[in-house]
């Protein structure tokens, strides 16, 4: 079996298009601020590129970058100043903080409402018990990746390897609230092949390169492959050895160009959705 793709890219540029036009349609511009702390090259390349996706949708972003000794009261304070600006719809704060700041402290500081990553407790509780609102937008790109492709849900065996606050968790809740029967795995799971092997849907969001092989797939499974992984002479992978798993899998996201470009695309919807129901 020769895996069918799932073409992130069309997926993404077909929503940035949808965004486009409900922005168009608003009395109003959103508003979204990025917030970048120093200056890590990784961190810089994702804020450049979330900025000219949001302006060609319609957008009013502004970055906002401090620098790298910035104290958490500083930063503290500046994201207050966001919450208080009716102008700002949507507040997004580029990860990995410096070390001396406290990342989970500063999520907590953003009004919930204004949210577009659905990293803060509030909204990620709504997501846990059911009540979705602002959902974080990697996993919320898979679901639409998923939706896309038809990959039924209802009842399916998925399974998610890896348990992160900003993919693996919700991703588990977004497909349990989709009817599927979930695994959440990680690094302490026995018998991984084992587990991944009974999973007709399977997620992989570890960050370890290729670790997942052919042999671990069920034949005619469908993968999405999180996993952003730089080998050493530059060339970027996923979790899945591709070649080995598009031989097995029914379905299966490349990398790059699988779920990366989603992200973006539900950040701007995200953005939306937001100024939406702030602004009524
Ligand atoms: P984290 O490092 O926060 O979490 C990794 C998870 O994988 C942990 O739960 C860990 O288990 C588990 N894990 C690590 N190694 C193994 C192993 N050998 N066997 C089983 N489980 C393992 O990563 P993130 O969730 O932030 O990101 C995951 C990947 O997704 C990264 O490659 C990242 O770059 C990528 N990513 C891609 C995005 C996109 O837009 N495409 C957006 C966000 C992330 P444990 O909890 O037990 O330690």
New binding site residues.
Partial sequence: MTARIIDGKTVAAALRTQVAARVSALPFRPGLTVVMVGDDRASLTYVRSKDKAAAEAGIDVHTLRLPAETSQKDLTARIAALNADPAVDGILVQLPLPAHIDSIAIVEAIDPAKDVDGFHPVNAGRLASGRATLVP??PL?VMKLLAHANVPLDGARALV????A???RPMAALLLAANATVTL?????RD?PGECRRAEVLIL????AE?VTGDWIRPGATLID????RRAEGRLVG?AAYDSCAAIAGAITPVPG???P??IACLLENTVVAAERRRG
């Fill in positions: 937008c990697t790109g390897l890896g348990r992160s900003i993919v693996g795995a990680h690094s302490r799971t991984l969001a570890t960050g370890r670790m999180v996993g952003i992984n979790d699988g779920v990366g989603m992200t």
